[in-house]
């Protein structure tokens, strides 16, 4: 049984660790580092040695240099687990010390789906809270890098406390049809840098209304696909505006993918003259959206800085809400009763003959001879038959032979 929390001790500042591991989540990781303004310690680990030297982490690890040769694991898992297993002292180092990991990794080729679960295995181990976030290969990558991916799922949620999981076919839907391929995987990773910074805020947050850590894992357990939105407003009517930006989010089809989310988790953060007017009026927008049988946990939270700036982080996992089975209601009717009539001794029949079959007469079977007539030639009567040793070989033979009978 895994108890909460395990590390994080009241009044003392967790030390957050972020990993980007493989390409994606290299450049996952570099991203969130350039922007984040939460302490956060990165690393940066993968089997390519020219992707962990460009990589902007405050460390660096190169695993498998001789499994890979510093080339990559080439998207193969098995490659990458033999990378791993040569650099499993620098994996631990990696893990060691922090009381929140944060695994970030694209899934489907090698690297990142194999030593995702590695990590998170070494991590828990130590007693620090795991998160992963993640994506899925786009459709048009194959079903080999598909496969690799939801095995690779599988594995992460047995290894992690939070899961994560964006569809790239999904996120690609955050931008304009026609946008740039530059512009796309911007909001893609605006996202992934949103959901980072959303769960390093749950984590630390000691606000008005703290999101208790066991309601905050209940959500993200699972390897389904993830609901997950960000707004943020400012000004007088921040809080609906804040809520709007969220719901207009692809993963949340304006709100109606809420209808299918059995739990829900509601955070809002904002300055410390935030009011209780705004928090309610998020909720009962939210509320608007949801199954009357989902269950909302709700966190309020304080930014902390000079901004006016309203948060509102909107948390769920895809899953149809079962209702509970009305009770069926049966008929009930009387049976009209006959009138009670005398009994009267059943009288012995004697046993009936049954009738022996008659054997039908059988047709007599005749056949006919048909009539065989000479046959008009045609335009072929002027021409003269070929008879050779009597036999006019222009008549067929069935013919001839049967003339013969």
Known sequence: MITYPRRIEAGKIPVLRLIGVGNAGVNIADRIAMRSTISLETFA???DQQSVAASVASTKIAIGPLATHGLGAGGDPDTAIEAAKESMQELKTAVAGADVVFLCAGLGGGTGSATVPILAN??????????AVVTSPFQFEGRRRTTQAQQALAEIAKSTDALVHFENDRMAELDAARADASETFAACDQLLFQAVCALARLVTNSGPVPVPLADLLAVL????????????ASGPNRAHEALESALRSPLMDRGRSLQETGRLLVHVSGPAAMGFAEVSAVMNGVSKHTSPDAILNLGVGSSGDS???????IIGRSGRVEKPAAPVSTPSFEVPKRPAEPFQPAREKPPERSPEPVAAPQPKVTQDVLPLEPVARGR???????????EDLDVPTFLRLRLKR
């Open 307 to 313: 901004t006016d700036s309203l948060v509102v982080t």
């Open 221 to 232: 357990r699972g390897t389904g696909p993830c609901l997950f939105a960000c707004g943020e």
């Open 122 to 131: 070494l991590a828990r181990e130590n007693g620090a809270l795991v998160a």
């Open 45 to 47: 680990v993968n089997s």
């Open 380 to 390: 072929f009567d002027k021409i003269e038959p070929t008879i050779v040793e009597g």
